[in-house]
């Protein structure tokens, strides 16, 4: 397999890395965690054991993937921004039998410095603005902020704000891709 690795990096033994990924200065990347191919691993990033990191995911500077997160393909994590994996941490409590799963499902982005608290998805496509802080699951498609995040619009697969309604029944063309998505209450489908 071949993949381009800084000298600096630290990759222990056992750990999968994707053909075509590279991983740059100050990166550890642990013996169990599986990293697809053409991903990109920022500036001292830090990836746990039992993590999964999809084909052509892009995690920016100073992010740490800690054990229990599934990163689903073309995945882009901002910089500095935040995983939990325990919901109520005390130092003098071992919990490391009490991690939650989280799920960020294909072509999500999560903005620069927000946090995403354990146990939740984030669904496909979904946008997570910068700071925000998400505490429940995203639906596909929605482009939260805040703190705690809250839904304000809705994303297209090509990253721009589509011009709907939170909920109700309507539909848009997206300019770029041209395909049309359709709000039904609070789903959105493209065709």
């Known amino acids: 397999m071949t993949y381009e690795v800084h000298d600096s990096a630290v990759i222990d033994d056992g750990a999968q890395i994707g053909e075509g990924s590279r991983i740059w200065h100050f990166v550890h990347v642990c013996s169990g965690a599986r990293v697809g ?54 130092t003098a409590i071992n919990r490391k039998n009490e991690y939650r799963r989280t799920l960020v499902r294909r072509g999500a982005t999560l903005g620069a410095n927000c946090t995403i608290v354990c146990g939740v998805t984030i669904g ?14 995203i639906p596909d498609y929605a482009l939260v902020a805040g703190v705690p995040a809250k839904q304000i619009g809705w994303m297209s697969e090509y990253g721009e704000q589509l011009d709907l309604p939170l909920e109700g029944n309507a539909e848009t063309v997206c300019p770029h891709k041209n395909c ?9 489908s493209k065709n």
Do not use: W
């Open 37 to 90: 191919a053409g991903v990109s691993l920022g500036q001292n990033v830090f990836v746990g054991n039992d993590v999964v990191i999809g084909d052509l995911c892009k995690i920016q500077n100073n992010v740490s993937v800690y054990d229990s997160v599934i990163l689903e393909d073309g995945v882009f994590c901002g910089p500095s921004m935040v995983f939990t994996n325990v919901y109520n941490p005390r």
């Open 124 to 137: 496909a496509h979904a946008f997570v603005g910068a700071g925000a802080v998400v505490t429940k699951d």
């Open 180 to 188: 049309v998505y359709k709000l039904r209450g609070s789903v959105i």
